[in-house]
């Protein structure tokens, strides 16, 4: 099912994720375990599925906070930090 969220057609994806909307809003404790990691996965994180799976997951999704957080901060963080954290000293 999360193979369709990036087809090439648009109804196919919508309905994909409508699809697990709805498994979510009613069991989202169970499938976000392994829908999360999924959706964030590089290269291709799918920003619009874990919006709209958010808006249904409730309280189930506090625990991947720390993770969305990372997520977001990590590309800005690459290039905030000085250039001699990118190189190694010999000491």
Known sequence: MLNHLIDPHPKVAESALE???QVTAI???VVLPYLVPQLIAPPRVNTKALSILASVAGEALIKYY?????????PKAQHMRPRSWNTVSDG
Do not use: T, V
Request: hydrophobic letters at 45%.
């Open 19 to 21: 699809g697990l909307r």
């Open 27 to 29: 069991k989202s404790r």
């Open 66 to 74: 720390l993770h969305f957080w990372q997520l977001c901060l990590w």
